[in-house]
């Protein structure tokens, strides 16, 4: 799923509704603003973007079998994929000229 913007985490009526998807989402996509407002509301200490999709790969799962990955995009920054177990930092490349930011 992709959380799509910070307000799903802010305006109760879509934070309820997503909560209550999460637990069978296996994968869960985000951008570091969008991480911020998943941890600040699901209560998460970790103000970190890494430690921020870390807690959230761990969040109950109905499938516990397949664990969850959490992939959260940065800009020009590290791109960090992250599991239960951990996370993983992927640097992107720099580009000259960007043409389309949405990637559409």
Do not use: C, H
């Not at 989402?25 to 951008?31: A, K, P, R, S």
């Not at 970190?48 to 499938?63: G, M, Q, R």
């Amino acid at each position: 799923m992709n959380t799509s913007a910070p307000f799903l985490f802010e305006v109760p009526p879509f934070f309820n509704a997503f909560k209550e998807a999460w637990e069978y989402l296996d994968i869960v996509v985000g951008n570091e603003s969008e991480a911020a407002a998943m941890g600040k509301a699901f209560g998460f200490s970790a103000t970190s973007v890494k430690d921020i999709a870390i807690e959230a790969a761990k969040l109950p799962k109905k499938n516990s079998s397949k664990p969850r990955m959490v992939v959260i995009t940065q800009g020009s920054d590290s791109t960090i994929v992250a599991t239960p177990d951990g996370a993983t930092e992927y640097p992107v490349t720099k580009v000259d000229k960007v043409v389309d930011t949405n990637g559409a």
